[in-house]
Structures are given as C-alpha cells and as structure tokens.
C-alpha cells in the first residue's frame, strides 16, 4: 500500500508542475497581450497629442505674426506722428510776412493749417492707441498659447515615458513566453549577412519561425482579414515617392523624430539590419502578405514576436521612412491598401 502511495505521487506530482507551468505560460501571454494592447491606445493617445500640439504651434507663429504686423503699424503711426508735431514747429516759427509771401498758403492763416495738422495727429493717435491696445491682447493671447503648448509636451512627456516603460516589459514578457527568440535571432542574422537582395531574403526566412499557424494571444479576439482599406499609416507623415515601375515601394517623411507601427496584425520575420535598407523590420500578415518597413533608427521587436495592428515597432529619426508591400514574396502598388 506504501508503495502504490509513492506510485501516485510519482506519477502526479509531475502532471501538477506540468499544469502549472502550462498556467503559468498562459497567464503570461494575457499579460503580453495587454501590454500590447496599452500600447496601442497609447501610441494613438501620443500621435493625437503631436497632432494637437502641432495645431497649437501654427495658432502660435499666426499671433506672433499678426504681433510683429500690428507692431511695424505701431511703428509708422508713430513715425507720421512725428513728422506732424515737427511740421506744426516749423509752422509756428515762419514769420508772419513769409507766410504771406507764400501763394499755396495765401488763403489760409497760420491757426488754420495747425487746426487742420492738429486734426491729423488727434486721428493718429486714436489710431496708435488701437494697434498698441491690439499688440496688449495678441501678446496676451501669445502667452496663454505657449502655456498650453508646455501643458501639453508635458502630458505627451508623460504618455511617452509610459509607453517606452511597457514596450521594455513587453519584450521582457515576449521572452518569457518565447524561449527560441535567440535562436531565431542568430539564425535571421545569418541569413540577412548571406542574402544578396531581398527577394533572396524573403525565399529564406521562412525556415527560422515555426511554420504552424500561430494562435492569437486571445480566443475572443476575432483574426482580421488582410485586405484593402485595412492597413494603418507607419507613420504620420508626408508620401515624398510613390510606387513606379523602377521604385518598388514609398517613402514617407515623419513630421518629427516618431513611433514606427505595425500597418497590421501579424508575425515578426526579420528585425535588424540589412544591407542598403538599413534597420528593417518585416511583418508576415498572412500566408500570402508582407509588409517591409526600412530607415528605422531603433527596433523595438524580435523575430517571431506577434503584433497587433498600430503596435510600436521602433523609431525613425531619420529623413524618411521606406515601405513596401509585397504579395507572395513580390512587391506591389500599396495604393488603395491603407486606411482612407
């Protein structure tokens, strides 16, 4: 009877440590898709704040031109006011016997011309007294702006640290759930010193990440369709060169140092380096659809890392961010695939 105590315990002793470390594992990936998920929401919270911010910063440079007009009016208001207080001097030191002399001042007395200069002045300077009055109230409204302008860098300061804070434990949480992402890593690198182009590239890195279809961290979480109209912008930025015949891809200028995103749902297959490319990071949407971002500056994923669409992937502090779609390894026109 002892014995087949022991039996037992032999036997379910390691199914437990089993279940739990399976538990623990599944805990973990919930953890890692709610990391993600903040991430999300934070990077659109930061992009509508640099957006914000960027309105603030145009009303700004408006009122401070509309001071700097206001203040050259100022300026030459004061300028003819000058010229008229120095006309009625020398109007009142003419002898009375020149000013008769004059033909152009035959029919006008000496008060009368200083009345008439007199009248001038009164106008301008109700006219100076508006545009000083105007310069008071642009200059007020100048210093709230900028106190909004520090309000809000202070709020994106604050949402920005909070980001970088859960992108360094999503990754942690990546590893923990992911124990092969070195050898994975190692592996890519390999292939990306001995691949001569990219279609080279793309032909080999199938290989190095499971070739199961992966689970979404979710079961409730509905696997969007890759399609057109789908895909979200990398970047908030200007399209500086479209897809041709000879350029197989776009670039697209950041507005300022910014996150680079998924364009949509998928998995990781290359992140590093890569020849003219530069840092490139390549995303494997589907059976049939990649999506290859290049010029980033910082790589914020590993290979076989799985990410939602809008989800940060790095940094780009550099002039312009290369994209190209491709379709069964080759590249084709993204027009019409994103998002408007």
């Given at each position: 009877?002892?014995?087949?105590?022991?039996?037992?315990?032999?036997?379910?002793?390691?199914?437990?440590?089993?279940?739990?470390?399976?538990?623990?594992?599944?805990?973990?990936k919930?953890?890692?898709?709610?990391?993600?998920?903040?991430?999300?929401?934070?990077t659109?919270?930061?992009?509508?704040?640099?957006?914000?911010?960027?309105?603030?910063?145009?009303?700004?440079?408006?009122?401070?031109?509309?001071?700097?007009?206001?203040?050259?009016?100022?300026?030459?208001?004061?300028?003819?006011?000058?010229?008229?207080?120095?006309a009625?001097?020398?109007?009142?030191?003419?002898?009375?016997?020149?000013?008769?002399?004059?033909?152009?001042?035959?029919?006008?007395?000496t008060?009368?011309?200083?009345?008439?200069?007199?009248?001038?002045c009164?106008?301008?300077?109700?006219?100076?007294?508006?545009?000083?009055?105007?310069?008071?109230?642009?200059?007020?409204?100048?210093?709230?702006?900028?106190?909004?302008?520090?309000?809000?860098?202070?709020n994106?300061?604050?949402?920005?640290?909070?980001?970088?804070?859960?992108?360094?434990?999503?990754?942690?949480?990546?590893?923990?759930?992911?124990?092969?992402?070195?050898?994975?890593?190692?592996?890519?690198?390999?292939?990306?010193?001995?691949?001569?182009?990219?279609?080279?590239?793309?032909?080999?890195?199938?290989?190095?990440?499971?070739?199961?279809?992966?689970?979404?961290?979710?079961?409730?979480?509905?696997?969007?369709?890759?399609?057109?109209?789908?895909?979200?912008m990398?970047?908030k930025g200007?399209?500086?060169?479209?897809y041709?015949?000879?350029?197989?891809?776009?670039?697209?200028?950041?507005?300022?140092?910014?996150?680079?995103?998924?364009?949509?749902?998928?998995?990781?297959?290359?992140?590093?380096?890569?020849?003219?490319?530069?840092?490139?990071?390549?995303?494997?949407?589907?059976?049939?659809?990649?999506?290859?971002?290049a010029?980033?500056?910082?790589?914020?994923v590993?290979?076989?890392?799985r990410?939602?669409?809008?989800?940060?992937?790095?940094?780009i502090?550099?002039?312009?961010?290369?994209?190209?779609?491709?379709?069964k390894?080759?590249?084709i026109?993204?027009?019409?695939?994103f998002?408007?």
């Amino acid at each position: 009877m002892h014995f087949y105590k022991l039996f037992l315990v032999a036997i379910f002793i390691p199914v437990l440590a089993f279940a739990d470390l399976k538990s623990d594992k599944n805990h973990l990936k919930q953890e890692l898709e709610s990391v993600q998920k903040q991430s999300v929401t934070l990077t659109k919270e930061i992009r509508n704040k640099q957006n914000e911010i960027s309105n603030l910063s145009n009303e700004l440079e408006q009122l401070s031109f509309q001071a700097e007009q206001k203040s050259k009016s100022a300026k030459e208001i004061s300028e003819k006011l000058n010229q008229a207080t120095d006309a009625m001097i020398e109007i009142t030191r003419i002898p009375k016997e020149m000013a008769l002399l004059n033909p152009d001042a035959k029919n006008l007395t000496t008060i009368e011309i200083l009345t008439s200069i007199t009248e001038q002045c009164e106008a301008l300077v109700v006219e100076f007294e508006k545009e000083i009055a105007d310069i008071k109230s642009i200059k007020s409204k100048i210093a709230r702006q900028k106190g909004k302008i520090n309000q809000e860098l202070a709020n994106l300061q604050k949402k920005q640290r909070t980001l970088n804070a859960g992108l360094v434990k999503r990754q942690k949480l990546y590893k923990q759930v992911n124990k092969d992402y070195k050898k994975w890593a190692v592996e890519a690198d390999e292939i990306g010193k001995k691949s001569k182009d990219a279609n080279e590239l793309f032909s080999k890195l199938a290989s190095i990440t499971p070739t199961k279809k992966p689970r979404h961290h979710s079961a409730t979480r509905k696997v969007r369709k890759f399609a057109k109209g789908r895909l979200t912008m990398p970047i908030k930025g200007d399209i500086t060169k479209r897809y041709t015949s000879k350029h197989k891809g776009i670039k697209i200028r950041p507005r300022k140092n910014t996150t680079v995103t998924a364009p949509f749902d998928g998995k990781v297959l290359f992140a590093g380096k890569f020849r003219d490319y530069g840092q490139m990071v390549i995303i494997k949407h589907d059976k049939n659809y990649h999506s290859v971002l290049a010029g980033l500056s910082d790589i914020s994923v590993a290979i076989g890392q799985r990410i939602f669409s809008g989800e940060p992937i790095g940094e780009i502090r550099r002039k312009e961010l290369y994209f190209e779609l491709r379709k069964k390894s080759k590249p084709i026109n993204p027009n019409g695939w994103f998002e408007g």
